[in-house]
């Protein structure tokens, strides 16, 4: 069947455009995942070298990029590190383990129940006590440092796992976060929790949170992240080596292992692998929690 010209140029020019559409498109696609997969390697290549110069000789550590990976594989370096009385990276490992546990239920349990009295709760000044708070967090954390310090001074807790837990507790954005989650939560459950006889705790315990799993895995995700990886401010409340986290017993690793660079890698991938294990365990609930708290409120 002929068409008339007129259409037949009009469809031409139709599949035409559609065509360079779909070429611009799979342009941009492939320009953005050629320089995502840049950045990758970027930020990952160091981590690659770590990881691998933990498993060489001292002898092999510096030679050529073609033997990136090693051409003899030891586990000397773990080994000597795990085993040295001097680094017990085993004692900091558990004391970090005792820290970062105590300090995530706390500070959960803390800004969630402020999370919830500002969501639920009606009292007078409200909105203001809360953006009072949140104007806090635009102090920059190092100003704290010294009056921190007189106050854990003064209540003899040098030396002590509560000195890495309590300054933490105050931070902001934990409140910020689940406020904006629990907003989003319609207070008809609420309503339908007081028919039938629940309380303000009740409803806080067994409506509010199981819906705020997600926001609650994300913000304990950053406050793992954030103690565990914590340096000068444990460095500063310990003086004995063996109360120290595993991130500031680093500091021994490097006075005692200057120029041992598969041993220092060792002790550094030992010390960053827990950080990424649990966020590859609740990636899932930390991008939901994200995406959901970012646009609620």
């Known amino acids: 069947m ?3 010209k007129n259409i037949s140029e009009k469809l031409i020019s139709k599949v035409s455009l559609l065509k360079r ?19 990758l390697v970027v930020v990952f290549l160091p981590t690659l070298w770590g990881l ?7 002898d092999d550590v510096f030679e050529t990029i073609t033997s990136f990976f090693p051409k003899r594989w030891t586990l000397t370096n773990y080994s000597e590190v795990f085993s040295n009385p001097y680094t017990p ?3 900091w490992f558990f004391n970090s383990v005792k820290i970062v546990v105590t300090y995530v239920f706390l500070y959960l349990l803390i800004t969630s129940l402020a999370s919830f009295g500002f969501t639920r709760l009606r009292f007078k000044g409200r909105e203001t006590l809360f953006w009072i708070c949140l104007s806090s967090m635009m102090v920059p954390g190092v100003i704290n440092m010294i009056p921190n310090y007189a106050i854990i001074y003064r209540l003899n807790l040098i030396d002590n796992m509560f000195a890495m837990v309590l300054p933490g ?3 902001v954005f934990g409140v910020f976060l689940l406020r904006q989650f629990m907003t989003g ?8 929790a007081k028919i039938d006889g629940a309380g303000k705790f009740r409803i806080y315990f067994h409506i509010i949170l199981p819906m705020c799993v997600p926001a609650l895995v994300t913000l304990a995700i950053f406050s793992f992240q954030g103690n565990w990886n914590d340096y000068i401010w444990p460095l500063m409340v310990t003086n004995q080596p063996e109360t120290r986290t595993l991130t500031a017993g680093m500091s021994t690793f490097i006075e005692r292992y200057a120029h041992q660079y598969g041993k220092l890698m ?5 010390s960053a692998i827990p950080v990424l294990l649990v966020f590859l ?4 609930y930390f991008i939901r929690g994200i995406s959901i708290g970012g646009i609620k409120g």
Request: glycine fraction near 8%; proline fraction near 4%; charge should be positive.
């Open 89 to 91: 990276i085993l004692r």
């Open 281 to 284: 365990v609740g990636q899932k």
């Open 169 to 171: 507790l105050s931070g």
């Open 2 to 4: 002929n068409l008339p």
């Open 266 to 270: 060792a002790g550094a991938m030992a």
């Open 185 to 192: 939560i319609p207070r008809e459950y609420d309503e339908a």
């Open 52 to 58: 691998s110069t933990s498993f060489k000789y001292e």
């Open 21 to 39: 559409r779909g070429l611009r498109r799979n342009l941009f696609s492939a320009t953005v995942f050629i320089t995502l997969l840049l950045l």
